[in-house]
């Protein structure tokens, strides 16, 4: 039961090509956005659709797949767990990030590249 504890499951389409990073003595690591898409219908019967959009990160082998494969647009499911950060800006303020690190993805789209 514990590994139901912080787990999150999204479908989305990817936002951006991830950008990929060598940190901390060699560590590979990719970040990319994922918009999450709703439909419903208001009180009037209006039909409202709504964007969400979620930092990922990914670390280690699962970079060398998404860098090979992952492109802006594509359609992909992601398991992962949140993860709140906060760092402070080069203005000195205090910022705060949640971001899904992610375990195990899916493709639903082909790489056309």
Known sequence: M????????????????????????????????????ESYRNANGELIQETQWHSLIAWGKTVDIIEKNFKKGSEVSIEGKLIKRNYTDKQGLKRYVTEIHISDFLMHTANNA
């Open 2 to 37: 514990n590994a139901l504890r912080n787990k999150v499951q999204l479908i989305g389409n990817l936002g951006m090509n991830p950008e990929i990073k060598i940190v901390n003595g060699g560590k590979k690591l990719a970040k990319m956005s994922i918009a999450t898409n």
